[in-house]
């Protein structure tokens, strides 16, 4: 379990996030929604530690991430799984290099079982076969699963997806929403998605923060978006007649 606390964010004499309170549960697919520049990619960025919030705090299953020394943030980290947003595969390692990349950082395994680990978690995310291709020899699609496959190499506790179906087709998409959900199942992972995919938030939000102007403007489920009566989180998702008719059809 990730909590946010009274967080506030400024860069010079702008404050980007005012007073942010959330708490991300274990074992549920967790999303930050929002508007371009409305402060999520920020508020993401602070609870991975790459940005220091000006008041706050975040605590990780109890250990406040200001307060701890520096070799225990170290440990921290390790503890997380990042999945970018364009893949940030090495273009010089294979599928399989690839995935055993933090593990060979950070493991102190054996290296047969480093590598029983790495294709495991590639047989996980069902690319078992391509672990000899290199990044250029595989699908966009494929490459999102090598992602996934390194993320959860070191069996992190805390998984921080930025935009993970970010230039994928709708089908594709779907396959990598399904894929983080059941891996965040499956494990008990605390997991946060930073999406604009509309399909992601109505699919696999179990719990959605939606960020407006650095304000915490509203949070609940994708079931609870249907009867919300907030207005600005129904102008950002029922943008489309298509979908102004679902939540329509889902209030009669």
């Keep these: 379990m990730i909590e946010i606390n009274h967080l506030y964010k400024s860069f010079e004499d702008k404050t980007v996030l005012h007073d942010i309170n959330h708490i991300f549960e274990d074992g549920k697919t967790s999303l930050i929604i929002g508007?371009?520049?409305?402060?999520?990619?920020?508020?993401?960025?602070?609870?991975?530690?790459?940005?220091?919030?000006?008041?706050?705090?975040?605590?990780?299953?109890?250990?406040?991430?200001?307060?701890?020394?520096?070799?225990?943030?170290?440990?921290?980290?390790?503890?997380?799984?990042?999945?970018?947003?364009?893949?940030?595969?090495?273009?010089?390692?294979?599928?399989?290099?690839?995935?055993?990349f933090p593990l060979n950082?950070?493991?102190?395994?054996?290296?047969?079982?480093?590598?029983?680990?790495?294709?495991?978690?590639?047989?996980?995310?069902?690319?078992?076969?391509?672990?000899?291709?290199?990044?250029?020899?595989?699908?966009?699609?494929?490459q999102k699963r090598v992602a996934i496959a390194r993320a959860i190499a070191m069996n992190p506790k805390y998984l921080f997806c930025d935009e993970p179906n970010s230039?994928?087709?709708?089908?594709?998409?779907?396959?990598?929403?399904?894929?983080?959900?059941?891996?965040?199942?499956?494990?008990?992972?605390?997991?946060i998605i930073n999406t604009h995919d509309m399909n992601s938030v109505l699919g696999i939000g179990e719990s959605i923060l939606y960020i407006y102007q650095g304000h915490k403007e509203w949070e609940g489920t994708m079931h609870d978006i249907f009867t919300a009566t907030n207005e600005r989180l129904s102008d950002f998702i029922f943008t489309s007649d298509l979908l102004k008719k679902v939540k329509e059809q889902y209030s009669k």
């Design 35 to 100: 508007q371009s520049g409305s402060g999520k990619t920020v508020l993401m960025k602070c609870i991975v530690g790459l940005l220091t919030p000006e008041k706050g705090e975040i605590v990780y299953d109890g250990r406040s991430f200001a307060g701890i020394k520096r070799k225990d943030r170290k440990l921290l980290r390790q503890e997380m799984g990042m999945i970018f947003q364009s893949a940030a595969l090495f273009d010089s390692l294979s599928v399989l290099e690839n995935v055993l």
């Design 105 to 142: 950082m950070f493991s102190t395994d054996t290296l047969r079982d480093r590598i029983r680990r790495a294709r495991f978690c590639l047989d996980r995310v069902n690319l078992l076969e391509a672990e000899s291709k290199f990044p250029g020899e595989i699908s966009g699609g494929m």
């Design 167 to 191: 230039g994928l087709d709708p089908k594709t998409s779907l396959v990598i929403d399904e894929l983080i959900h059941s891996i965040t199942k499956e494990y008990g992972i605390t997991t």
